[in-house]
């Protein structure tokens, strides 16, 4: 069963605070981008502008961060989004779809206001070059929690670390893996 939503419609996610967030499940990569009131150039660059991803990850920390750049002519939209699947308690949902490694990985973007009203829709996919190494963080992830040497108590202060390290997304994506996936 799958959840059928529209531009004008409530989205599956609810509220969500400002900013970026990700659900990453064996499922695929959801990105929902949160603006208390999205402006018109805010939802052209999310559902037009030409699109980058980058992944920032830092030496002993497990959780990892996807930054997210949208052109506009105005200006870009940038999101952050940090990540460990292992937050989610579920050791089944500590993993992503099966893919060859010529594939492409399907993301779908939810761009929603702060009554959780869906403004812009759109799908991209992320290339092997990138999903390999967030492919490999996830399994990283996911083999530490097993092992105990993570645990749900660390992702708050590993977030604070990459915030100290990456004070802006910019930032984080002059370091980061990226890939270019156009418009």
């Not at 990453?24 to 990105?31: A, E, T, Y």
């Not at 993570?150 to 893996?177: G, N, Q, V």
Request: charged letters at 20%; one cysteine or more; a neutral charge.
């Amino acid at each position: 069963m799958f959840t059928v939503f529209g531009v004008g419609a409530v989205s599956p996610y609810g509220r969500q605070p400002e900013g970026g967030a990700l659900i990453i499940c064996p499922s695929g990569i959801d990105l929902i981008a949160s603006f208390a009131n999205p402006t018109n150039s805010e939802i052209e660059a999310i559902r037009f502008g030409k699109a980058k991803v980058g992944l920032a990850i830092a030496n002993g920390i497990a959780t990892g961060l996807l930054v997210w750049r949208f052109d506009h002519a105005i200006k870009p939209v940038w999101l952050d989004t940090p990540f460990n699947v292992c937050i989610d308690p579920r050791p089944e949902a500590w993993c992503l779809p099966d893919r060859a490694p010529h594939q492409h990985l399907l993301t779908q973007i939810v761009l929603q206001d702060q009554l959780g009203i869906v403004h812009g829709l759109r799908s991209i996919t992320i290339p092997p070059k990138l999903m390999a190494p967030i492919e490999a963080l996830v399994e990283s992830q996911a083999d530490l929690t097993r092992t105990g040497k993570w645990s749900p108590r660390m992702y708050h202060p590993e977030i604070d670390a990459l915030y100290r390290r990456w004070p802006r997304p910019k930032d984080a994506m002059r370091d980061a893996i990226r890939a270019d996936l156009g418009q």
